[in-house]
């Protein structure tokens, strides 16, 4: 009876490691053989504006200017040179209504760049269509005293 116990276990543990040496070296082998490639990276295109500067007007009076240096990422040569063609809507559009942000968002103690990063985002959308710039980038945002 004992030799029939110990025959049983040897024949699970082989079952067992068996299945393992399946799992972990047959199967990976099958799979990275219906592995498609990777897509390639996407062509990367940078825009980089002039300066916008801003002027912040409480109460009828400038007491500050905001400066903003930002860059556009746009991907492939099509949607760069499109946007390059409509830059100066695009930035009259950012600087209207960065302009009537400014006027009643406080300032004085920090400038709130994800949210601007959100705003130029949705309006270089609205100006240039969905899908055109894929990210803004804020590379300086400070204040300047009037």
Not at 33 to 50: F, G, K, N, W, Y
Request: hydrophobic residues 45%; proline residues 8%.
């Amino acid at each position: 009876m004992k030799i029939l116990i110990i025959i049983v276990v040897v024949l699970v543990l082989l079952a067992g490691g068996g299945g393992g040496y399946y799992y972990f070296f047959v199967l990976p082998t099958q799979n990275d053989m219906a592995e498609p490639a990777p897509p390639p990276p996407p062509d990367t295109r940078l825009i980089e504006l002039d300066p916008l500067r801003i002027p912040v007007i409480r109460g009828g009076v400038v007491v500050n200017y905001v400066i903003l240096n930002v860059t556009l990422e746009t991907i492939g040569p099509e949607n760069e040179a499109f946007a390059q063609q409509l830059m100066p809507r695009l930035r009259n559009a950012l600087l209207t209504d960065l302009n009537g942000y400014f006027a009643v968002v406080p300032v004085e103690d920090r400038i709130l760049v994800k949210s601007l990063k959100r705003r130029m985002l949705i309006i270089s959308g609205r100006v240039l269509g969905r899908g055109v710039v894929n990210d803004v980038l804020i590379q300086n945002a400070f204040k300047q005293k009037s």
